[in-house]
């Protein structure tokens, strides 16, 4: 792994983990799926024009459209949304939390679905993210969390890890900036139809929901999407989901800062048994190094 994909992935990391804090801010003062839904439209007429600019086409592969339609529903309207809705009543650092365990869903399905060898250290690391998810939604559960809200996250994360198994074939082929404001056209489209029938566009306007849907629209929205997929042509799927392991410290740490959400001492042991779990299992799907003999 090179400097390049090194900084691409911190930098993924950071945005991915920062959505959750301006997401939070956003429906504080917005319905929830009509926000998205706008966020989505604006972020993908913004990709797709940019790569309209850059020769990039929407002639895609069939494989590419299924990868960019699941992406879109999976990931967009399915995670996003019920994530969005949730976050109406449970705090940023929560949902953070909970999609941080996304990559861990990933390596259980790959085992007790597929088939996938999985080494000691994928089992205890699995083991691990088990015991730190188990310590987090104690203290949470028994603080007085909403479970609607809590069982909202847990649907969307199931959603975020079908999305992620299917963005190989999504972004294979080139067109990667195509793609990627396609699959939010895709989200919106989809997430407009209830935002139109439950909700009623009653919008507080004032600075903080501004930024923070800007910020949302360009960074989490469409830098962070393309920097993933740029990351996982650069160095596969594997290697680049290791990032993941610090989306629970960078999630639950933004959310400290900026909204000041309170963090007990079991959601700290929580979040490093969780992060340490994701990278167990990360490393455990690496191929083994070959030391290379020189001639003789």
């Given amino acids: 792994m090179d400097i390049k994909a090194i900084v691409m992935g911190l930098a993924f990391a950071f945005m991915w983990s920062s959505a959750f804090t301006s997401a939070r801010v956003i429906v504080e003062y917005a319905p929830p799926l009509s ?21 990039q086409s929407a002639r895609l592969s069939r494989r590419q459209w299924t990868g960019v ?10 995670y996003l949304g019920l994530n969005f809705v949730a ?3 449970i705090p940023a650092s929560l949902a953070a939390i909970i999609a941080s365990t996304m990559p861990l869903l990933v390596a259980l399905v790959g085992w007790v679905i597929f088939g996938t060898k999985v080494r000691p250290m994928g089992i205890a690391g699995l ?14 559960i028994s603080g007085g969390v909403d479970l609607f809200g809590l069982i909202l996250c847990m649907i969307g994360v199931i959603s975020l890890t079908i999305a992620t198994l299917a963005v190989m074939g999504a972004s294979s082929g080139g067109n990667v900036l ?24 009653v919008v507080t306007w004032n ?4 930024v923070a849907f800007a910020y949302t629209v360009l960074v989490p929205g469409l830098a962070a999407t393309l920097v993933w997929f740029l990351l996982v042509g650069r160095i596969g799927a594997v290697k680049a989901s290791t990032f993941h392991f610090l989306n629970p410290f960078l999630g639950v ?22 992060a340490l779990g994701i990278l ?15 001639p003789v």
């Fill in 253 to 274: 740490a933004v959310a400290a800062i900026l909204l000041g959400e309170s963090i007990g001492p079991l959601d700290v042991l929580g979040v490093v048994i969780i």
């Fill in 178 to 201: 195509m793609i990627v404001g396609l699959q939010m056209l895709v989200g919106a489209a989809l997430l407009a139809v209830p935002a139109l029938a439950l909700e009623t566009f």
């Fill in 35 to 55: 926000a998205l839904a706008l966020r989505f439209l604006i972020s993908g007429l913004i990709g797709v024009g940019i790569a309209w600019l850059l020769g």
């Fill in 127 to 140: 083991t691990a993210g088990v015991v730190g998810v188990v310590l987090i939604m104690g203290a949470r």
């Fill in 87 to 89: 976050m109406q009543t």
């Fill in 69 to 78: 339609v699941i992406f879109g529903l999976c990931q967009n309207a399915l």
């Fill in 280 to 294: 167990a299992v990360q490393l455990s799907r690496q191929p083994p190094i070959t030391p290379r003999v020189p």
């Fill in 207 to 210: 600075w903080q929901l501004i």
